[in-house]
C-alpha cells in the first residue's frame, strides 16, 4: 500500500515561490487504477512526484508499506523506483539510438535472454511484433508511447505512474494506450495523471485536484451511482 | 548590433565562445610551450654560448700545430686585422634543460687578452685575468653560473667525469667577465706548459676582422682556408650548424604539430558540428528568407574564424608570458636566460587556428550543399535524404542484448566514437613521440658499450699511463691479463632516427693481445683476415661495416678523400682488411675494431700512441675487479671505464632527456584531457533527456557517472589500442626501414615508450568522470521531464 500524508511541495520558479502541493492525504490500495484529476497547474504531476519519490516533499510523508521514503538513502528510493514502479510520461522519452526491444530492455533488473524474452512477448502483447528492431524515429506517437509502457512493464513493477500519458496523442490511439494500462491493475496498481476524465472512466478512484489541494475524491461506485442518478 | 553578426552571436553564447577560444588558446600553448622549451634546450644554448664567433674566428689544424704557412696567409688578408696565437680545450656546459653544449676555454698570452676582450666588448668586473702560465681561468658570469663556479672554486675533471673530461688538470677561477658574448680565457703559456693538456688541446690562431669586414673574412676562412686539415670555427659556420640543429628539431617538430592540429581540428570540428545541427532552423529560416547558401557558409566560417584567431592570439600571448616565467625561474638563474619574445615558435602554431577555419568553412559548405530549408523548418532535418536513408539504417539494424553497454551506444554513433577515438589516438601519439624516438636510439646505441662486458679500461687523459700505475694493476689479484692498448675511434656509427654519429672504438694491440681480445670476446671473421702485424690494417664489425657501407679492402682516414663527410681523419691510411661477424643477438653485438699496434709505434711521426690499458678480470671477479678499478685508479689525470660506469653515464644523458621528454608529455596530456574531456562531456550533454529518463525509471547517479565512464574508457581504450598499433607499426617500419638498413636495431619490445602512451587516455579518462560526475550531480529528472532543464 502506498500512503502520501499531509503531503506539501513548495518550490523556487524563478523569484516565484510555488505551492505545487498543499496539504495532500492520499492511499493507494493494491491493484487500484487512481486516476488524478486536475486543469494546468493544479499539482497533479507535483503529486505524483511526490508519491513515486521522485521528489522530496517539504512537508509530510511518503510511505510504501510503511516504510517512510524520508527514512530512505538516495540510493535506496533510486532502487525503489528501479525495482517497485514503473513510469510512463506525457512524452515518450525513448532512447533516440535504441530500438524499440532494446528501450525496453533499458528498464529491466538485467540484461539476460529471460528479459529479452519478455520485452519481445510485452511488445508482441502491445502489438508491436514487427517493429521490435525499429528505432523511436521509425515509430508512430501511439507506437513510442506502447513502447514506453512496455519499458514500465518490464520488471513487473507493484505500481505504475503514468503522468499526461495520452497528452500528446488523438483520442483513438490515447484510448488503446489507457486500455493497455487499465489492464496492468490485475499485475499492480496504476496511477494516472490527466486533464481529460474520459480516460478515466475506469478509475476505482479519481482525485481532482485545483491549486494544490484536493477537491474530490470519489470512488467508481459513487462514481456510478451518481451516473445513474442523472 | 547587427543581428546577423558573428560578434552578435557569440555575445549571446558566450559559454560557447569561451569554451571554443579557451580550447584552441589551450592546444596553442601546448604546442608552443613543447617547441619553445626544446628549441630553449637544444638549439638557443648553443647560440648563446658561442656567439663570440661573431667577433673572432678561430682556425687550428686537424692534429698538431698549425701550418705556419696558413697563418701568414691569413694575415696577409687585407680584411684581417689581426691574427692571434690561440690554443684551447672544451668543455660541457649544463644548461638548464640537463643538456650539455659544448664550449672552448680559450688559451691567450698576456699580451692578447685585451685586445680579444675589447673586440669581444666583455671587460672584466670581478678579480683578475689568467696570469702567464699559471692555472687561472677568466670565465663569463653566466657561464660561471651555469657550471656553479666563483671565484677561487676549481674546474676539475672529477666534478664531471664526461663534460670536464679535457680538464688534464685543475683551473682556478680567478675573474669573473661580462659583456656582449660568452667567454672562458685561460692562459696560452699554461695548457702549453702541462704535459696533460698536450694532446688535448688544440692548437691555432684566432683571427679578429677589419670593422665592417667581418663577412669577407668569414669567407675567406671558410672557402679559402678551410681544408680536411684545417678546421675553422666562425660565426657563418655556427649559424649553419644552428640551422642544422633547428632543422632536426623541424624534423620531430613538424609530425607533432600535425598530429596536435590534426586532434585539435576534430575536436573543434566535432563541437561545431554539434552547434550547427543545433542551429539547423535558425540556418534553414535564414535560407528560407533569402539568404545564400554561401552567405551562411562564410558566416559560420566567420564566426568559428574569430574565435580561432583570438584563440590562438590568446594562446600565444599566454604560451609567451609562461616562457617568461620559465625564463626567469629556471633558465636565468642557470645563466641561460632567453628571450621569451621571440617568434621562432610561430610557424608551428599558425597551422592550429588555420587547420579550424578551414575545417570549419570545408564542413559548412558541405552540410550547407545538402540544405533543404523546407525540410529543416518542417522536420528539424538537413534535408530530405535524411528520411531516404532512414530504411537503409532499419534493414541493418538488430537489437543488441545490452542496450547500456558502451559498445552499443558507440555502434550507434560511429561519427561521434571515430572523433573521439581519432583525437585521442592522435594525442597518445603525439604524447609518446618523442619518447618512441628516444628509446629506440637509446636500445640502438647499448652495443656501444658490450666491449667493457669482458673488460675494462684504465686510461691517462691523453698520455701514456704511468708504470706504477700499471704495475698496481698487474698485480691485482683479481686480474687474468693486463694489455697495453692504443685507443681511439677511426669511424662512426650513425644511428638513427635523427641522431649524430657516435664515434665507435678500436683498439691498436699486439697481434698476440688481438687474438687473446678476440677469443675473449668471442668475435668471429666473416671475411677477411685479422690485422697483421706491422700493417696498417683495420678489422672493424659487421655492424658498422653495414652502417657505412664499408667492404674488405676499403681505404678510410684518407684526409683529403673521407669515405665520408663525418669520417674523421687518421694519422695514416687504414685498410679494412676484415670483418667480424654480428653477434646473434643484437643486444650482445660488440662494435669493437682492432688494428695492429706494433704498426703505430713503427711510425711515431704519425701516431701518437699513448698507451691504455685493457684490463680483462680472473672468471666471476669482473664486478670486484671495476670496483677497485673505480675507487682506486680513477683520479686526478686517471680515467677507469667500465661497462657499469659508463652504462650509468648513458643512463644519466638518456634519463635527463626523458625527464625533459616527460615535460613535453605532461604538456599535450593536459591540452589532450581538457579538449578531449571537453568534448566527451559535450556529446553526454547532449544525452541530458536519457540520463534524466534513466534517473526516473530508476539508475543511480553513480550508475549513471559508471556507464559515462565506461563509455569513455571504450574510447580511451580503442583509441589506446589503435596508438599502440599505429606506433607498433611505426617502429615496424623504423625498424626495418632505418635502423636495419644502418645495420642496427632496437629492441621492439621495450616497455618505457609503451608507459608514456598511458597518461593521455587515463588523463581524458579521469577528467570526464570529474566533469560528468560534477554535471549529474546537478542532475534533476523531473526538470529534464517537465522539459525546464
Known amino acids: 500500500m502506498l500512503q502520501g500524508e499531509n503531503l506539501r511541495l513548495v518550490y523556487q520558479d524563478g523569484d516565484a515561490t510555488v505551492d505545487a502541493v498543499h496539504d495532500v492525504t492520499v492511499t493507494v490500495a493494491d491493484h487500484q487504477f487512481i486516476g488524478i484529476l486536475g486543469p494546468s497547474g493544479s499539482g497533479k504531476s507535483s503529486l505524483l512526484y511526490l508519491l513515486s519519490g521522485l521528489r522530496k516533499p517539504t512537508g509530510g510523508e511518503v510511505y510504501l508499506d510503511d516504510r517512510a521514503y524520508s527514512r530512505m538513502s538516495d540510493r535506496e528510493r533510486v532502487a525503489l523506483r528501479r525495482r517497485e514502479f514503473g513510469f510512463v510520461f506525457q512524452q515518450h522519452f525513448l532512447i533516440n539510438y535504441l530500438t524499440a526491444q532494446e528501450n525496453v530492455m533499458v528498464a529491466a533488473p538485467v540484461q539476460d535472454k529471460a528479459h529479452t524474452a519478455q520485452a519481445r512477448a510485452l511488445l508482441t502483447d502491445l502489438g508491436l511484433s514487427d517493429k521490435l528492431h525499429r528505432f523511436p524515429y521509425e515509430l508512430s506517437g501511439g507506437e513510442r508511447q506502447r513502447v514506453a509502457i512496455a519499458r514500465a512493464m518490464i520488471h513487473r513493477p507493484r505500481i505504475i505512474f503514468a503522468d499526461e500519458p495520452t497528452g500528446l496523442l488523438d483520442r483513438h490511439t490515447g484510448l488503446q494506450v489507457i486500455a493497455l494500462l487499465r489492464a496492468y491493475r490485475d499485475q499492480g496498481s496504476l496511477i494516472a495523471v490527466t486533464h481529460n476524465p474520459e480516460i478515466l472512466s475506469e478509475a476505482d478512484l479519481i482525485i481532482k485536484m485545483r491549486d494544490g489541494q484536493i477537491v474530490t475524491i470519489e470512488d467508481r461506485v459513487a462514481r456510478q451511482s451518481k451516473e445513474a442518478a442523472a | ?789
Open chain 2, 1 to 789: 548590433m547587427n543581428p546577423l553578426s558573428a560578434v552578435c552571436y557569440y555575445r549571446r553564447h558566450k559559454r560557447q565562445a569561451v569554451m571554443l577560444t579557451a580550447l584552441l588558446a589551450l592546444a596553442v600553448v601546448g604546442l608552443y610551450l613543447v617547441l619553445g622549451v626544446l628549441l630553449e634546450t637544444f638549439i638557443t644554448p648553443l647560440y648563446t654560448v658561442n656567439r663570440y664567433l661573431s667577433r673572432f674566428s678561430l682556425v687550428q689544424p686537424d692534429m698538431g700545430a698549425l701550418d705556419p704557412a696558413v697563418a701568414a696567409r691569413i694575415g696577409a688578408n687585407p680584411d684581417v686585422a689581426v691574427v692571434l696565437p690561440q690554443n684551447h680545450v672544451e668543455i660541457a656546459v649544463p644548461n638548464a634543460g640537463g643538456v650539455d653544449t659544448p664550449f672552448r676555454l680559450i688559451g691567450l698570452q698576456e699580451a692578447d687578452m685585451d685586445a680579444v676582450l675589447t673586440q669581444s666588448g666583455v671587460r672584466l668586473v670581478e678579480g683578475q685575468l689568467p696570469q702567464p702560465g699559471a692555472n687561472g681561468l677568466a670565465l663569463s658570469r653566466e657561464l660561471a653560473t651555469a657550471l656553479d663556479l666563483g671565484i677561487g672554486d676549481t674546474l676539475k675533471r672529477t666534478e664531471n667525469n664526461t663534460g670536464y673530461a679535457n680538464i688534464a688538470s685543475p683551473l682556478e677561477v680567478v675573474g669573473i667577465l661580462s659583456g656582449d658574448v660568452r667567454l672562458g680565457i685561460v692562459s696560452y703559456e699554461y695548457l702549453d706548459s702541462q704535459e696533460g693538456y698536450r694532446g688535448i688541446a688544440r692548437y691555432g690562431v684566432l683571427v679578429i676582422a677589419r670593422p665592417g669586414r667581418e663577412a669577407a673574412v668569414d669567407d675567406l676562412l671558410r672557402q679559402t682556408v678551410r681544408s680536411p686539415r684545417v678546421e675553422v670555427a666562425t660565426y657563418h659556420l655556427l649559424r649553419e650548424y644552428l640551422a642544422e640543429s633547428r632543422a632536426v628539431l623541424y624534423k620531430v617538430g613538424i609530425p607533432l604539430v600535425l598530429l596536435v592540429t590534426a586532434a585539435i581540428t576534430m575536436v573543434v570540428g566535432a563541437i561545431n558540428r554539434l552547434a550547427f545541427m543545433q542551429r539547423l532552423t535558425e540556418l534553414g529560416t535564414l535560407h528560407a528568407v533569402g539568404h545564400g547558401k554561401g552567405w551562411l557558409a562564410r558566416r559560420l566560417t566567420l564566426e568559428t574564424a574569430g574565435l580561432a584567431l583570438a584563440g590562438g592570439a590568446l594562446g600565444i600571448a599566454l604560451a609567451m608570458g609562461i616562457m617568461a616565467l620559465l625564463n626567469a625561474a629556471v633558465y636565468a638563474p642557470k645563466g641561460f636566460a632567453y628571450n621569451p619574445f621571440q617568434m621562432t615558435a610561430l610557424p608551428f602554431v599558425a597551422p592550429i587556428p588555420l587547420a579550424v577555419i578551414g575545417f570549419t568553412l570545408f564542413t559548412a559548405v558541405r552540410a550547407l550543399g545538402r540544405m533543404d530549408a523546407v525540410a529543416i523548418v518542417e522536420r528539424g532535418a538537413l534535408s530530405l535524404e535524411e528520411k531516404q536513408t532512414r530504411p537503409a539504417a532499419r534493414a541493418r539494424a538488430m537489437s543488441l542484448p545490452h542496450p547500456l553497454a558502451a559498445t552499443t551506444f558507440y555502434r550507434r554513433h560511429k561519427g561521434q566514437a571515430a572523433v573521439l577515438i581519432g583525437a585521442t589516438a592522435l594525442m597518445i601519439v603525439s604524447a609518446s613521440l618523442f619518447v618512441f624516438g628516444l628509446e629506440s636510439f637509446d636500445d640502438a646505441r647499448q652495443p656501444l658499450l658490450n666491449h667493457l662486458r669482458q673488460v675494462s679500461v684504465a686510461a691517462a687523459n691523453g698520455l701514456t699511463l704511468e708504470p706504477g700505475t700499471v704495475e698496481l694493476v698487474r698485480a691485482h689479484p683479481a686480474v687474468e691479463r693486463v694489455i697495453p692498448a692504443m685507443l681511439f675511434s677511426p669511424l662512426g656509427i650513425y644511428v638513427p632516427p635523427i641522431a649524430p654519429t657516435y664515434p665507435v672504438e678500436a683498439y691498436g694491440v699486439t697481434a698476440e693481445d688481438m687474438a687473446y681480445l678476440v677469443e675473449l670476446y668471442g668475435l668471429r671473421l666473416r671475411e677477411g683476415h685479422l690485422p697483421r702485424p706491422n700493417s696498417n690494417e683495420l678489422a672493424i664489425p659487421w655492424t658498422v661495416a653495414q652502417n657505412r657501407g664499408l667492404q674488405v679492402g676499403d681505404v678510410i682516414g684518407n684526409r683529403d678523400h673521407p669515405v665520408h663527410a663525418d669520417a674523421p681523419t687518421l694519422p695514416t691510411e687504414l685498410v679494412v682488411s676484415g670483418i667480424l661477424a654480428q653477434a646473434e643477438d643484437f643486444a650482445d653485438d660488440n662494435w669493437l675494431s682492432f688494428m695492429s699496434l706494433e704498426f703505430a709505434e713503427s711510425h711515431p711521426d704519425a701516431w701518437k700512441v699513448n698507451l691504455s690499458l685493457v684490463v680483462a678480470p680472473k672468471a666471476g671477479q669482473k664486478e670486484a675487479l671495476d670496483a677497485w678499478l673505480e675507487s682506486e685508479i680513477a683520479g686526478e689525470g686517471r680515467l677507469v671505464f667500465t661497462y657499469g660506469n659508463q652504462r650509468a653515464q648513458f643512463q644519466s644523458q638518456a634519463s635527463s632527456l626523458l625527464l625533459s621528454l616527460s615535460l613535453v608529455e605532461s604538456i599535450i596530456a593536459v591540452v589532450a584531457a581538457v579538449a578531449l574531456a571537453g568534448l566527451n562531456y559535450i556529446f553526454v550533454m547532449q544525452r541530458r533527456a536519457e540520463l534524466g529518463v534513466s534517473s526516473a525509471l530508476g539508475l543511480s547517479r553513480l550508475q549513471l557517472v559508471g556507464r559515462i565512464v565506461r563509455e569513455t574508457l571504450f574510447t580511451s581504450g580503442a583509441a589506446w589500442l589503435a596508438a599502440v598499433l599505429g606506433g607498433a607499426a611505426i617502429l615496424v617500419v623504423m625498424q626495418y626501414g632505418l635502423f636495419v638498413p644502418a645495420g642496427v636495431r632496437f629492441n621492439l619490445f621495450n616497455p618505457v615508450p609503451w608507459l608514456y602512451t598511458l597518461p593521455v587516455p587515463a588523463a581524458v579518462l579521469a577528467v570526464s568522470a570529474g566533469a560528468v560526475g560534477r554535471a549529474l550531480s546537478r542532475l534533476d529528472a523531473v526538470a529534464l521531464i517537465e522539459g525546464r532543464a
